[in-house]
């Protein structure tokens, strides 16, 4: 009998009320349709030359490069952060997820002027830094930096909701086994939140693939350098608006690549 009734519930359709694909079709078109805008008003005879040109080539790779770098920093930094936010008991963890997640909503300007105080030539690192002889404000390691700061809150945000969700029943049952500390964080915890680090990941590329302000204000626009695709697309929309919208078709291409890679990743590791 359990089993027939589980199978007779699973069989059953979560209701949806009658108006709610309304709402949902109007969010949808909202973003659809400038996208699809975007897309009428590529001049497609020249299109590839316009997006093959050196300095259009040069800005994409710079931008894959540093943005998967970014990635990688991220999460190296950001999965114990959200690993200790989640399972931390301590008053104190409030505060500190408020101020790792603060670049989520703070203009990408001001985080590239905090990234300036912190690290530019007179910051509190910087200073220290070029005193040795190595300098990071306008180099491609800036490019980096700014789009690690931007990035990382994404996938920790991402993490940190897969693991409460979660919960920590099994860790608790492995460390009742004789595994240790290490052991059940590498053998039981990551595998269970997977997908949600999969899932930051993305979100992290992608916002790191996207970042501007931050960049700009801290890292600069120098060609080969630091002007990764979305300054080449700035600086493009002011002199020639054609390559700028091509090169921002080529952007949301690469984006919808990574997103849909990512879909289809997730649902191989939960199946």
Known sequence: ????????????????????????????????????????????????ALVTSPASLTALGLSLGT????????????YPLAVLFARSTSRWVGVARALVLLPLVLPPVVGGLALLAAFGRLGVVGA?????????????????????????PFLVSSIEGALRVGGDRFERVAATLGAGPTRTFLTVTTPRVLPGIL????????????????????AGSLQGVTRTLP????????????????LA???????????????????AVVA
């Open 199 to 218: 899932s930051g990941l993305v979100l992290c590329f992608a916002r790191a693939l996207g970042e501007f302000g931050a960049t700009l204000t801290f």
């Open 67 to 78: 943005a998967a770098a970014a990635t990688g920093i991220a999460l190296v930094l950001g």
């Open 249 to 267: 078709l080529v952007l949301v291409v690469v984006a919808l690549v990574v997103i849909g890679a990512s879909a289809v990743r997730s649902r």
């Open 128 to 152: 220290f830094l070029d005193a040795h002889g190595l300098r990071i404000a306008f180099t491609t390691t800036a490019v980096v930096i700014a789009q690690t700061f931007v990035a990382m």
């Open 1 to 48: 009998m359990p089993g027939r009734a589980e199978r007779a519930l699973a069989s059953v359709r979560t209701p949806v009320p009658w108006w709610l694909p309304i709402p949902a079709v109007l969010g949808g078109l909202f973003v659809v349709v400038p996208v699809v805008a975007m897309v009428g008003r590529v001049d497609w005879g020249s299109f590839g």
């Open 231 to 246: 300054l080449e697309i700035y600086l493009q929309r002011e002199i020639d608006p054609d390559t700028a919208v091509a």
